[in-house]
Nanobody, 124 residues
Framework: QVQLVESGGGLVQAGGSLRLSCAASGRTLSNYDMGWFRQAPGKEGEFVAAINRAGGYTYYTESVKGRFTISRDNAKNTVYLQMNSLKPEETAVYYC?????????????????WGQGTQVTVSS
């Protein structure tokens, strides 16, 4: 079992930045590919970014490329999502997720463990 706890959400003005953290316990995070997802009110969940176990491969949804950066520190059992130039439409609950296996994926149902989420609100 892996327990994931997100933090770093909050209220920010459009164009601002936030850094989300996802701390893991129970198992070493280096065994897992990691992803960030978000869900806005009334909308389906959406893939945001993913990173492989060693941190050498990352993948982003098109709308965040160049603005968001996913990274990880396996020694600290933590994954990060740096979000810059935030937009009001990116207001959502952001979740981190962990996945066993050999391939990074954008599909939420292929992730094995999820955090409880952290609220990000971007004001216009």
């Amino acid at each position: 079992q892996v327990q994931l706890v997100e933090s770093g959400g909050g209220l920010v003005q459009a164009g601002g930045s936030l850094r989300l953290s996802c701390a893991a316990s129970g198992r070493t995070l280096s065994n897992y590919d990691m992803g960030w997802f978000r869900q806005a009110p009334g909308k389906e969940g959406e893939f945001v970014a993913a990173i492989n176990r060693a941190g050498g491969y990352t993948y982003y949804t098109e709308s965040v490329k160049g603005r968001f950066t996913i990274s990880r520190d396996n020694a600290k059992n933590t994954v990060y999502l740096q979000m810059n130039s935030l937009k009001p439409e990116e207001t959502a609950v952001y979740y981190c997720a962990a996945k066993l296996g050999v391939l990074v994926t954008t599909k939420g149902d292929e992730y094995d463990y999820w955090g409880q989420g952290t609220q990000v609100t971007v004001s216009s």
